[in-house]
């Protein structure tokens, strides 16, 4: 491996080391290894980058504490898979009808391609000119709505979802967004809170006008920090639960 300048424009304001955390979370972000695909060895980087193996060792140890990197003792260092599988239900319990655990599906109602508003547009950092895709859908248990979602997305990111047959999306979408658009769940930011339900909830979710759901609101970003997923998902509050294990 040559030594080459930093991918991107390093700040010189910062350390070598966190220079070089910044160019390795760019070039991780830009897909250059796969998920849970070894990166370079700290010597190959430190030639590519001409630093010290003690300089490219801090950056990783960066890498490794914002969880982007994980370390396996003599095999390497690994891009660390983030498990979003089970998030939403940390805070939504279901059961079937003869009362045992179930998760739901899901299901896509409505997708268009349009301009979104302000909020959505500052949050995912789009230019005034962009669309993004509209995602409307509901999750399901036997058949009947319990929660309901919209999410949007940039276009020019998930450009193959605008032709995707509505019945072809899954019911965890981050794996859809990895495999057909190369865009990688890194990281997402929550916030609860309690409403009363409208008339569009009631009409979904069978609840009654004005009773309280749950909306969680997230906003989702790749390993560059760069937020690409805004989805608002709500539900009764009956069936809501917070569990979290402290050590």
Same mark, same amino acid.
């Given at each position: 491996m040559e030594a +080459?300048? #930093?991918? *991107?424009?390093p700040d010189d304001r910062l350390p070598r080391y966190q220079q070089l955390r910044d160019d390795l979370v760019g070039r991780i972000a830009s897909g @250059?290894? +796969? %998920? @849970? @695909? +070894?990166i370079a060895t700290e010597a190959e980087l430190g030639q590519f980058y001409n630093v010290s193996t003690g300089t490219v060792r801090k950056a990783i140890d960066l890498l490794v504490a914002d969880g982007v990197l994980t370390r396996s003792?003599?095999?390497? *260092? #690994?891009?660390r898979r983030p498990r979003f599988d089970s998030s939403l239900f940390r805070f939504f319990r279901f059961k079937s009808r003869d009362g045992q655990p179930v998760r739901p599906t899901a299901r896509v109602l409505k997708r268009e391609v349009v301009k979104p508003g302000e909020e959505i547009r500052s949050?995912?950092?789009m230019k005034a000119s962009e669309k993004a895709i509209h %995602?409307?859908?509901?999750? %399901?248990? @036997?058949?009947?709505a319990v929660l309901s979602e919209e999410i949007w997305l940039p276009r020019a990111r998930f450009e193959p979802l605008v032709t995707l047959p509505l019945g072809d999306f899954e019911d965890l979408l981050y794996p859809l967004y990895e495999r057909l658009c190369r865009q990688i769940v890194a990281s997402a930011t929550e916030i609860l809170k309690v409403e009363q339900a409208t008339s569009g909830d009631a009409a979904l979710l069978n609840v009654a006008v004005g009773s309280p759901v749950i909306q969680v609101h997230r906003v989702a970003s790749d390993f560059a920090g760069t937020p690409f997923e805004w989805r608002s998902t709500r539900g009764a509050a009956t069936t809501f639960q917070y569990q979290v294990e402290i050590r």
């Open positions: +080459a300048p #930093f991918v *991107t424009k @250059e290894w +796969a %998920l @849970e @695909e +070894a003792q003599g095999k390497g *260092t #690994f891009i949050t995912l950092r %995602l409307s859908r509901v999750r %399901l248990i @036997e058949g009947q």
